[in-house]
């Protein structure tokens, strides 16, 4: 199968990442335990590891400030149920994946707070316009660093400037730019950044982390409490970071496979990875270009895309039959749809079938593209 669906999450894994899941699981597979026996000790020790190479590869604060997650909704879920209180106004953008724009909703619809959804222009989100967005009451800026609809970045470094100059928290979901699009936390006021492991890090399914910075220090509440390997004498989840947030068997054999991701991705350079990804698409936009019916969503600009793209079908060939054509008939994965962000297709004018989506990786190659493109030519001639 030719797989084009990586921004949902990466095919292949680097191989090191499959050997250290064989590896760990049959010999390592322990839950950890900071006074447990030996394979406890050393389950304990691989998920400082991880965080260790977490935080040097994003330069946080320090590495207890990276709390595991099972994936990014669970650290994006974490962080807003856990800053935003009654009363608080909250801004997000039309860009968002439902894993930010649901919880805001839910709570703005339970009468809680209110919101206010910024909207982007071409793919991209001004700076200005969320600082504008911003009141007195608003507590959190949460938006998304790369689009997994459109593939655009985002000026988060702008955006971070003008929420902290306002005093608000800022969360940045980095579910498509972890791996590819550098994020420098002592240079970006960020507060909170949530990532998975199983996209641009090349963990598998099942990891995820939420770093908390110095700002969210006794404003955020545990919204998931339980054993944490230690401290069981404590009546309330104990305080000490990074287990107040991490209650519960950790997913130790996950995150064993996402420090070898993270070595992979480090050794090669975000930007490497993002150029070849972006050198892909380029063959894709300049196909769409030159083909009748064809349209690439969102301003196209190589410097600021990450590797997923999204294109608007021709009359009479909706993203869903193509995708299914392309799966059955090409052996060829795609993601046509929605993609779990819909206020963005409401913009672009694609609600409700959505757009057909590719999303490349490090592992795709130029000729697996031209096939794709050949395929979709082929389907395009015989419905004309
Ligand atoms: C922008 C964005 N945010 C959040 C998520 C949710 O990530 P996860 O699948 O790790 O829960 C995704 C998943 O595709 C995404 O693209």
Redesign the pocket.
């Known amino acids: 199968m030719i797989y084009l669906d990586n ?3 990466s095919f292949p894994k680097p191989e090191a990442v499959y050997q250290e899941l064989d590896r760990f699981a049959r010999r390592s597979l322990a839950n950890p335990g900071r006074a447990g026996h030996r394979m406890a000790m050393a389950a304990e020790k691989m998920l400082d590891d991880v965080r260790h190479a977490l935080n040097q590869f994003f330069r946080g604060e320090a590495p207890d400030r990276w709390i595991f997650t ?7 879920n974490m962080a807003i149920k856990g800053i935003v209180q009654e009363g608080d106004h909250v801004v997000l953008t039309d ?6 724009s649901r919880p805001i909703r839910a709570l703005e619809k339970a009468g809680k707070i209110t919101s206010t959804r910024v909207v982007s222009r071409d793919g991209y989100v001004a700076a200005e316009d969320v600082a504008a967005a911003i009141t007195p009451k608003t507590t959190l800026v949460a938006m ?5 609809v459109l593939g655009t970045v985002q000026p988060i470094a702008a955006v971070a400037q003008a929420v902290r100059a306002a005093g608000a928290l800022f969360l940045v ?1 980095a ?2 730019s972890a791996g590819v699009v550098p994020i420098d936390l002592k240079a970006t006021p960020i507060d909170l950044l ?1 990532l ?4 641009g890090l090349y963990g598998p ?1 099942g990891t ?1 982390a939420l770093y908390v910075g110095p700002r969210v220090d006794g404003r955020i509440r545990a919204w998931r409490e339980g054993g944490t390997g230690g401290d069981s004498s404590s009546e309330l989840q104990p305080t000490l970071r990074p287990y107040f947030l991490e209650g519960g068997s950790p997913n130790v054999l996950g995150l064993a496979g996402l420090g070898k991701g993270i070595a992979w991705v480090a050794e090669r350079g975000p930007d490497a990875l993002r150029k070849h990804e972006v050198g892909l698409l380029q063959q894709v936009v300049d196909w769409a270009g030159r083909s009748e019916g064809w349209r690439v969503a969102g301003r196209w600009d190589p410097e600021t895309h990450v590797g997923a793209l999204s294109l608007f079908t021709p009359d009479g060939l909706p993203p869903q039959d193509l995708a299914a054509i392309l799966d059955v008939t090409f052996d060829i994965a795609v993601r046509p749809g929605l ?3 819909p206020y963005i297709h409401r913009n672009l004018g694609s609600f409700p079938d959505g757009l057909l989506r590719l999303s490349p990786s490090p592992f795709t190659t130029s000729d697996e593209i031209a096939q794709f493109l050949g395929a979709l030519s082929e389907i395009t001639a015989g419905v004309a």
Do not use: M
């Open positions: 921004a949902a999450t099972l994936n990014c909704t669970d650290a994006l860009l968002e994946h439902n894993s930010i998304t660093h790369a689009s997994n979901d579910a498509q949530a998975p492991g199983h996209k399914t995820g993609h779990c962000a």
